[in-house]
């Protein structure tokens, strides 16, 4: 959402918690076609608390990716979450969005808690108010300039231009959208489960009702299993990963406390849309993110919440050369690179 100048093809770089993940996208006229895919892992808090701790090491990652995959491009598009970004649907009188976009600074100056000049900021008008025609729905976005700033210096090194910040739950939105088929009636949520936040974003006919991210991921896992097994980091990470084919008792009874306390946390924000929404409840479940492939975590989640439950595949409809991408890695790596598919079909100055 957020910044910036003409239309330009621009490469998805996701800079997550525990890896960096890039996709290149060339959208053609009735379909998109995926050029380049690429993970590399970050060392160990090298991402605390959505700040960027080692950038040396994310530069590193960002270099090994474009140089291996031969990516000539310069111009990125990334995105953030978490406490770094603020999100606010907000009711306002009805007027166009060029009018809007001069009044928008004062009017957010009622929802951003922080120095208004110290943000960016940019606005989605999402629909005509329900209850009174004359007012307008709209979605607010704003970050921190200091946090941006990281994000384009870290670019910058790596001799790249951040060119479109987005947020993770738009992202994972827009590739949702370009590969599944929901009716425009159809109330979804779109679950977002990285290593240390899950973003859960509701949607109906492309508009978000609801949006939130939670402190907490895929590294709950992790750490309850070396608090339980007595393991150390990496391999406690390793027992996670591979739980389907260890089948050790043991170890599933811990992901399976983890699995509650993951879905509790998303019963709750659930919850709080279903008490304002009317009749437009939730009828499907969407996961992505790497969190999302713990085992057992779909099956409980729809088991408790009562609503089927499917995965996010941000490759399910584009085009690729079987020559090139193996289609059974980008079904494994699918749900990882849900918010870096969603970064890749954007341009460099659209909205």
């Known amino acids: ?66 140089t291996s995959l031969g990516i000539k ?23 166009p969005a060029d009018e809007l976009e001069d009044q928008i600074t004062w009017e957010a100056e009622q929802y951003i808690p922080f120095d208004i000049n110290d943000v960016n900021m940019d606005f989605q008008i999402l629909s005509p108010d329900s209850l009174d025609p004359a007012k307008m729905n709209v979605l607010l976005v704003a970050s921190k300039k200091d946090i941006i700033n990281d994000y384009v210096a870290v670019f910058n090194e790596a001799s790249l231009q951040l060119s479109v910040v987005d947020v993770d739950s738009f992202a994972v939105q827009n590739a949702f959208e370009i590969n599944h088929d929901v009716g425009p009636d ?19 006919g492309g508009i978000t009702l609801l949006t939130r991210d939670v402190q907490m991921g895929g590294n709950l896992y992790t750490e309850e299993i070396q608090k339980q097994m007595g393991l150390g980091s990496a391999e406690a990470e390793s027992v996670k990963i591979l739980a389907r084919e260890t089948r050790n008792s043991e170890l599933f009874d811990v992901l399976g406390k983890v699995n509650d306390t993951i879905t509790q946390e998303i019963r ?50 584009l085009r690729y050369n079987e020559k090139d991408f193996d289609p059974e890695y980008l079904q494994e ?19």
Do not use: H, W
């Open 186 to 204: 159809e109330v979804v949520a779109l679950i977002n489960i990285g290593s240390a936040i899950m973003n859960i974003n509701i949607v109906k």
């Open 73 to 95: 491009v310069k111009d990125v598009a990334s995105s953030i979450s978490g406490n770094s970004v603020i999100i606010r649907k907000i009711t306002l009188a009805a007027m």
């Open 268 to 317: 709750r924000s659930l919850d709080f849309y279903n008490s304002t929404a009317n009749d437009d409840r939730i009828t499907r479940i969407f996961l992505s993110g790497g969190g999302s492939k713990v085992c057992n975590l779909s099956e409980t989640i729809g088991e408790k919440l009562g609503l089927p439950v499917e995965t996010v595949n941000p490759f399910a409809k």
């Open 1 to 66: 959402m957020f910044l910036f100048k003409e239309p330009k093809d621009v490469i998805g770089i996701d800079i997550g918690s525990s890896s960096v993940k890039l996709v290149q996208i060339k959208c053609l006229k009735d379909a998109f076609q995926l050029l380049n895919v690429g993970i590399v892992p970050l060392p160990p808090e090298a991402i605390v608390d959505n700040t960027l701790i080692d950038s040396s090491s994310i530069v590193s990652a960002i270099r090994s990716l474009v």
């Open 333 to 351: 790596i699918g749900p990882l690179m849900a918010v870096s598919v969603g970064l890749a079909i954007r341009r460099a100055g659209d909205k």
